[in-house]
Antibody, heavy 121, light 107 residues
Framework: QVQLQESGPGLVKPSQTLSLACTVS??????????WSWIRQPAGKGLEWIGR???????TYNPSLESRVTISVDTSKNQFSLELSSVTAADTAIYYC?????????????WGQGTLVTVSS | DIQVTQSPSSLSASVGDRVTITCRAS??????LNWYQQKPGKAPKLLIY???SLQSGVPSRFGGSGSGTDFTLTISSLQPEDFATYYC?????????FGQGTKVDIK
């Protein structure tokens, strides 16, 4: 059974960088036909896809956030990470990491529980 | 970006009702459409993938149909545990995009 767990600070000051990690168990971040993704959800609102990393290392970002986002991987910890720079209150949201199964009909089949990040001074 | 628009944004229904939620994509997406259920304080849960394939472990009262630009999620007989918010999501291209959600609550 695949499990994902987000970790990181719950409070970030405006203009600083938000940093989160997602620890994966039950699958390897660098093998298999999977994408490892970040998705966020402001309180009471819908879901926004931030970006993803393929097991080969290929990374794709949402153009709306691309200038501020970095996704990286630490294979020794079986983790992938998110950095979002120059944050504002608009970046306050629950951040989810998720596994997207690839292979013709892609879908998010496993999600972390989510972590609330608040941007405030 | 491909926009996906759900309707209605909310609905009230009773246990045992048949419920239908629709999702329309802004361009052709074949059958690259997934449905998720989200309960308060929880992560979304995959219900239907590839427009009509039921995810393992999901009750058979959930069904999906459609292709091209128009899709439907149907709950054949609403159960108490089905009161939640439902999202569609296109996997035809990146960036991945979600519908705005349909909240199903108790009439």
């Amino acid at each position: 059974q695949v499990q994902l767990q987000e970790s990181g600070p719950g409070l970030v000051k405006p203009s600083q960088t938000l940093s989160l990690a997602c620890t994966v168990s039950g699958a390897s971040v660098n093998s298999g036909s999977y994408y490892w993704s970040w998705i966020r959800q402001p309180a009471g609102k819908g879901l926004e896809w931030i970006g993803r990393m393929y097991t080969s290392g290929t990374i794709t970002y949402n153009p709306s956030l691309e200038s501020r986002v970095t996704i990286s991987v630490d294979t020794s910890k079986n983790q992938f990470s998110l950095e979002l720079s120059s944050v504002t209150a608009a970046d306050t949201a629950i951040y989810y990491c998720a596994k997207e199964t690839s292979g013709g009909r892609d879908y998010f089949d496993y999600w972390g529980q989510g972590t609330l990040v608040t941007v405030s001074s | 970006d491909i926009q996906v628009t759900q309707s209605p944004s909310s609905l009230s229904a009773s246990v045992g009702d048949r419920v239908t939620i629709t999702c329309r994509a802004s361009q052709y997406i074949g059958s690259y459409l997934n449905w998720y259920q989200q309960k308060p304080g929880k992560a979304p849960k995959l219900l239907i993938y590839a427009a009509s394939s039921l995810q393992s472990g999901v009750p058979s009262r959930f069904g999906g149909s459609g292709s091209g630009t128009d899709f439907t999620l149907t709950i054949s007989s609403l159960q108490p545990e089905d009161f939640a918010t439902y999202y569609c999501q296109q996997s035809y291209s990146v960036p991945r995009t979600f519908g705005q959600g349909t909240k199903v609550d108790i009439k």
